[in-house]
């Protein structure tokens, strides 16, 4: 089974910290996402990686950066936190297509900006 | 029981009866089509998809119809079970090879005893 590991479910952080969400799979997927869920939005793609040290903007980039330097780990860096970020955050990883292939997400980060 | 995700985001079922979720989708050039569900405190968890060169598709007791003319897609859950109340999301892509999911708002499914 695909394993997509969340390094943390729960996180309080205050306004202006420099936050990590850290994410790891185990499938040798190639593509990672980071993803923002709120209530009534469904899930917003924040940004997403093809390979190493690559990196594109999704729908929702301002504020966050990402960080790719192995296959297997995605982070998703908040530069000067919010409290408007404050949400549940999913990564998730595929192979990339064609043909395409389903992504698989971990059980997401909690996170609460004070 | 049926609903329209995007319209009627709470469906009750009967547990043992079956179950059909909705979904209309906007862009007639998406070809790529998944249902995710997701459990209280948990992430979406890949059920089922489908291509847009199909129009049905079968799992283990899920099946999942594709209408292009109407950019309409359902999941149909046969004889529900308590482990099946949950959020129900289907999600598209919107061009063959482009990997960018975008999802609906979700449907909550809850199976009555």
């Known amino acids: 089974d695909v394993k997509v590991t969340q390094s943390s479910r729960y996180l309080v952080k205050r306004t202006g910290e420099k936050v990590f969400l850290e994410c790891v799979q185990d499938?040798?997927?190639?593509?990672m996402f980071w993803y923002r869920q709120d209530p009534g939005l469904g899930l917003r793609l924040i940004y997403f990686s093809y390979d190493v040290k690559m990196k594109e903007k999704g729908d929702i980039p301002e504020g966050y950066s990402v960080s790719r330097e192995k296959k297997e780990r995605f982070s998703l860096i908040l530069e000067s936190a919010s409290t408007n970020q404050t949400s549940m955050y999913l990564c998730?990883?595929?192979?990339?297509?064609?043909?395409?292939?389903?992504?698989?997400f971990g059980d997401g980060t909690r996170l609460s900006i004070l | 029981g049926e609903s329209v995700g995007l319209h009627l985001p709470t469906l009750s079922v009967q547990e043992g009866d079956n179950s059909i979720i909705n979904c209309a989708y906007s862009?007639?050039?998406?070809?790529?089509f998944i249902w995710y569900k997701q459990e209280s405190g948990k992430g979406p968890q890949f059920i089922i998809d489908i291509r847009s060169n199909m129009d049905k598709r079968q799992g283990q007791r899920v099946t999942v119809l594709l209408n292009k003319t109407v950019k309409h897609l359902s999941l149909q859950i046969a004889a529900t079970q308590p482990g099946d109340s949950a959020v129900y999301f289907c999600?598209?892509?919107?061009?063959?090879?482009?990997?960018?999911?975008?999802f609906g708002t979700g449907t909550r499914l809850t199976i009555i005893p």
């Open positions: 999600a598209e892509i919107l061009n063959f090879g482009n990997e960018k999911l975008t």
């Open positions: 499938m040798d997927h190639e593509n």
């Open positions: 998730a990883s595929s192979h990339p297509g064609p043909p395409n292939q389903p992504q698989h």
């Open positions: 862009n007639s050039a998406s070809d790529y």
